[in-house]
């Protein structure tokens, strides 16, 4: 399924864009999100509230093969990706907390991932390795702390790292498009539709949901675009990360099948929605308060 060449470069990637993550935040950002936590909690809810209960139905109702929906799950347990914070910005949403929302959703899930994973793995009585996961992600985490050290040491430099995070979150997709994509196109042909309601559904359905939920507890229009777009923008990468390193190589093609998908497509998804809100009146906004709210 993926080569010890493409599986080395998959990790180094993802833990230039864990860094690049890192970069993005300072100690006091943490401190300034603790004392205005209503903004984050909220998105906290929202990533592993909404997103694992929808990858949970999706699987039951979209009646897909085991390693499809062991696929499913693992990708609507993953936190926020970089990406979502590129789309805040050009949907003119809160792109502070955002950024906060993505690396908060990111530092929790070594705690929250396991444990939702274990609750609804066990409801539809999937196998998954959740020590090997563990793992993973804490090791994932080193990253993100030394990105935040490099923050806290040169700005400059921090600012750097943190761009090139982001650009290579991006390329992680290309990546996947010209590597993946190729290697398993007959699986692809063969696959249920089902495979693509889930890859394209976890994106839309979860950024719709994430809307109606902040919006239903009176957010502010901006912030409310950030948290649809935090709670329906997950860790691509991360979840395919996940696979590559937890499962063994005769499982990881059904199993990567919708995490790959949903990569490639919610881009085109994030897109729609950012084009969406940009042109949504904004007449009637009143200015960008101070806080997180």
Not at 95 to 119: E, F, H, Q, Y
Not at 211 to 229: D, E, G, I, Q
């Amino acid at each position: 399924m993926v080569d010890e060449f493409t599986q080395t470069l998959l990790g180094i990637m993802v833990a230039v864009i864990m860094l690049g993550m890192g970069a993005s935040l300072t100690p006091r950002d943490f401190y300034l999100a603790l004392k205005r936590p209503y903004g984050l909690g909220i998105g906290v809810i929202s990533q592993y509230g909404i997103m694992p209960l929808l990858g949970f139905m999706m699987a039951i109702f979209l009646v897909v093969p085991e390693p499809i929906a062991i696929g499913i799950l693992i990708m609507a347990c993953m936190p926020g990706g970089t990406t979502s914070n590129i789309f805040t910005y050009f949907s003119k949403g809160n792109l502070a907390l955002s950024v906060l929302m993505t690396v908060t959703s990111t530092v929790t899930g070594v705690i929250l991932i396991p444990i939702i994973l274990l609750l609804y793995a066990s409801a539809l009585d999937l196998d998954i390795p959740r020590e090997d996961i563990v793992r993973v992600l804490i090791v994932l985490l080193v990253p993100v702390a030394i990105g935040m050290g490099l923050r806290k040491l040169n700005a400059n430099v921090g600012a750097v790292i943190e761009f090139c995070g982001a650009l290579l979150a991006l390329f992680f997709i290309a990546f996947i498009m010209v590597t993946w994509v190729p290697q398993n196109w007959q699986f692809l042909l063969s696959t249920t539709p089902a495979t693509y309601v889930a890859a394209i559904g976890l994106g839309l359905v979860g950024i719709t949901l994430g809307y109606l939920f902040a919006t239903s507890l009176k957010l502010h229009p901006r912030n409310a675009r950030t948290v649809a777009l935090e709670t329906g923008i997950q860790n691509g990468p991360l979840a395919i990360a996940i696979i590559v390193f937890t499962f063994p190589p005769d499982q990881q093609q059904a199993i990567m099948a919708v995490p790959a998908l949903y990569s490639l497509f919610i881009v085109i998804v994030s897109t729609l929605v950012t084009l969406f809100f940009r042109r949504a009146n904004t007449a009637a906004e009143q200015k960008m308060p101070d806080s997180l709210l």
